[in-house]
């Protein structure tokens, strides 16, 4: 790897930590069973893996799983892994798991754990009638009821979703989402079309790319001058079935 400044150091470490941000929430849908489908059925029990790399060199990993537990229920379990480098020196770690339920296509459940740079991180909420209610750290707050978290990065069907609320700062944010069109990309099993949507927040912009199925495959973000490649891996299969 290149010789890094300080400045974009830094600005490699804030990168890797929005790829969980940017690619994760999505569009407001009905709350009925038939738009819980729409967002999981098509996909259920599925397990998805992805690398992130900067400047060619792998700095994490993202894995989720995509588990059915009753006719109108999903659980989403996510882990999320990355270290940053310099010259031999961690400038940045971030481990997160995550856990979403979702009832229809309503957020009713999450529960985080982790640490970034050695500092504990833990976020629980549950649905309540005046929207979601959530404690970050211990200090609680509340969202939109239609509000996503920012673990997910996978779904294009929740890219419609514009208020997203931030696993690992525990506030809320919005997105704007633009469709790009259908991009054929070559791969090494060939050709590969794609359908792409631009995506800003207040901290970074980001190109998202998706498969027929509406699964990411693929991923450019930037911020403070880094850009990070997000690649779906070949590691995918079932997921276990819930108990």
């Not at 290149?2 to 400045?7: F, G, I, R």
């Not at 994490?60 to 990355?82: H, M, Q």
């Not at 200090?139 to 514009?162: C, F, H, K, M, N």
């Amino acid at each position: 790897m290149e010789l890094l400044s300080s400045a974009r150091c830094a600005g490699l470490a804030a990168a890797a930590l929005s790829a969980i941000l940017i690619a994760a929430a999505t569009p407001a849908l009905a709350e009925s069973a038939s738009a819980g489908r729409t967002l999981f059925g098509d996909v259920e029990d599925r397990a998805l893996s992805y690398v992130f790399q900067i400047d060619g060199e792998r700095v994490g990993i993202a894995e989720g799983r995509i588990l059915r537990t009753d006719p109108r229920t999903w659980r989403v379990e996510a882990r999320y892994a990355i270290a940053v480098e310099l010259l031999g020196v961690d400038v940045y770690q971030l481990e997160l798991e995550a856990t979403e339920t979702y009832r229809g296509a309503r957020l009713v459940a999450l529960r985080t754990r982790g640490a970034e740079n050695g500092t504990d991180l833990a976020m629980s909420g549950e649905a309540a009638e005046d929207g979601f209610r959530y404690r970050h750290n211990g200090e609680p707050g509340l969202a939109a009821a239609d509000i996503v978290p920012s673990t997910q990065l996978w779904r294009r069907d929740l890219l419609r979703r514009t208020r997203v609320l931030h696993a690992i700062e525990g506030e809320p944010f919005d997105r704007a989402a633009e469709a790009l069109g259908d991009r054929t990309f070559e791969t090494e099993d060939g050709p590969e079309t794609l359908s792409g949507y631009h995506i800003e927040t207040p901290y970074e912009t980001a190109e998202l790319w998706f498969d027929a199925e509406g699964l990411l495959q693929r991923a450019t973000l930037d911020r403070m001058g880094v850009t990070l490649e997000i690649r779906r891996t070949d590691a995918e299969g079932p997921a276990e079935r819930a108990r």
